[in-house]
């Protein structure tokens, strides 16, 4: 299932999800690496780590937290 991610480091991110992993109230991790690509802003670094969303049952998931660092 397509998840949008909803706040946080991934606000508006949408993301295929296993249909097995999707049930109301359970959480979401996802790994946050830096993106190079033409958007890349020079002046800010990358981010690295792990985030946690919790999917809220209608193809949403709202952000809880994580642990995120400089790249």
């Known amino acids: ?36 690509d033409d958007d890349t802003d020079p002046e800010q670094p990358g981010l690295e780590g792990v985030v946690e969303y919790l999917y809220d ?3 949403r998931a709202r952000y809880v937290g994580g642990r995120l660092e400089g790249a």
């Open 1 to 36: 299932m397509r998840v949008t991610f909803v706040d946080g480091p991934l606000d508006g991110r949408e993301e295929e999800i296993p249909d097995e992993n999707l049930e109301e109230g359970n959480p979401v991790y996802w790994p946050v690496r830096p993106e190079v």
């Open 57 to 59: 049952g209608n193809g």
